[in-house]
Nanobody, 122 residues
């Protein structure tokens, strides 16, 4: 199975930007579809973005579309989430995950990182 580790979280002012990274090891990285999810305190885990194996197709939650961009570099075994125009409601722990299918539901993802905290101040 692929092993995942997120990084790049932190504290940022509303309107600012952050780039999250997810480094993968184990099986061939390009065999996996990848997703980003987030979970705020007291809230359910929420889909953020999904990317195809080659990186040619992406899907975004309505709440982040136009502000966030997901990408991947298979040569570096890394997936990214570029977050622009951040809002306080984006505050959450962000997780990357690997799937064998195209999906926006957490249950379809078999491997998960430990998460990285993103805090957006108002």
């Amino acid at each position: 199975q692929v092993q995942l580790a997120e990084s790049g979280g932190g504290l940022v002012q509303a309107g600012g930007s952050l780039r999250l990274s997810c480094a993968a090891s184990g099986r061939t990285f390009s065999n996996y579809r990848m997703g980003w999810f987030r979970q705020a305190p007291g809230k359910e885990r929420e889909f953020v973005a999904h990317i195809s194996r080659s990186g040619g197709t992406t899907y975004y939650a309505d709440s982040v579309k136009g502000r966030f961009t997901m990408s991947r570099d298979n040569a570096k075994n890394t997936v990214y989430l570029q977050m622009n125009s951040l809002k306080p409601e984006d505050t959450a722990v962000y997780y990357c995950a690997a799937s064998s299918v195209v999906s926006t539901v957490a249950h379809d993802y078999s491997q998960w990182g430990q998460g990285t905290q993103v805090t957006v101040s108002s």
